[in-house]
Nanobody, 126 residues
């Protein structure tokens, strides 16, 4: 069983930046496609960003394009979500997700992921 742990959430003013991190217990992400999702109160969980297992492809929700960047470190021990120019509507619990698959595909729906973290709260004040 893979356990994902997110960190880096917090309170930030509009226009500010945060970097979320995700690590898997005792393993690397070498064989995993990874993604970030978020869920605001009263709303469904939505896709934010994804990166393929190979690392060669990324995908972003239209609402975050140009502001957020998903990446991994060279050893693939960490997955990051760099969030810039944050807006109050970015306020949500952010979840890291993973799926073990050797592929260049980026998965953009929650049902395509097998493993989930517990979430980290991001609050953007106006």
């Amino acid at each position: 069983q893979v356990q994902l742990v997110e960190s880096g959430g917090g309170l930030v003013q509009a226009g500010g930046s945060l970097r979320l991190s995700c690590a898997a217990s005792g393993r690397t992400f070498t064989t995993y496609a990874m993604g970030w999702f978020r869920q605001a109160p009263g709303k469904e969980r939505e896709f934010v960003a994804g990166i393929s297992q190979s690392g060669g492809r990324t995908s972003y929700a239209d609402s975050v394009k140009g502001r957020f960047t998903i990446s991994t470190d060279n050893a693939k021990n960490w997955v990051f979500l760099q969030m810039n120019s944050l807006k109050p509507e970015d306020t949500a619990v952010y979840y890291c997700a993973g799926r073990q698959l050797y592929s260049g595909v980026v998965f953009t729906t929650s049902r395509e992921y097998s493993y989930w973290g517990q979430g980290t709260q991001v609050t953007v004040s106006s």
